[in-house]
């Protein structure tokens, strides 16, 4: 079992800057990739961006392209989201998972095995 536990969300302004934490918990020992979905109010859940465990390969939604940097810290159990040029449309509430093993197209689906409770990023006009 693996608890995720996500913070730094909060009140940003546009072209302003934001990182996401997520601290993992329990079996971090077994192999597993995490990344970031999203859901703002009356939409589905999207994903985000996804790195495999010993952070070779990233994946991102096209979105946030260029302006988001996923990224871990194994050492300590982090999982970490670098949110540049924040938009409007950015603003959601931002989860945490993670998956046993990576693999891109899975994750961007939600095939995943544990969640984070989510943190709120607004981010006014």
């Known amino acids: 079992q693996v608890q995720l536990v996500e913070s730094g969300g909060g009140l940003v302004q546009a072209g302003g800057s934001l990182r996401l934490s997520c601290a993992a918990s329990g079996r971090t020992f077994i192999d597993y990739g995490m990344g970031w979905f999203r859901q703002a109010p009356g939409k589905e859940r999207e994903f985000v961006a996804a790195?495999?465990?010993?952070?070779?390969?990233?994946s991102y939604q096209d979105s946030v392209k260029g302006r988001f940097t996923i990224s871990r810290d194994n050492r300590k159990n982090t999982l970490y989201l670098q949110m540049n040029s924040l938009k409007p449309e950015d603003t959601a509430n931002y989860y945490c998972a993670a998956r046993i093993g990576y693999k891109s197209d899975l994750f961007r689906r939600g095939q995943v095995n544990y969640w984070g409770q989510g943190a709120q990023v607004t981010v006014s006009s």
């Open positions: 790195i495999s465990w010993s952070g070779t390969f990233t």
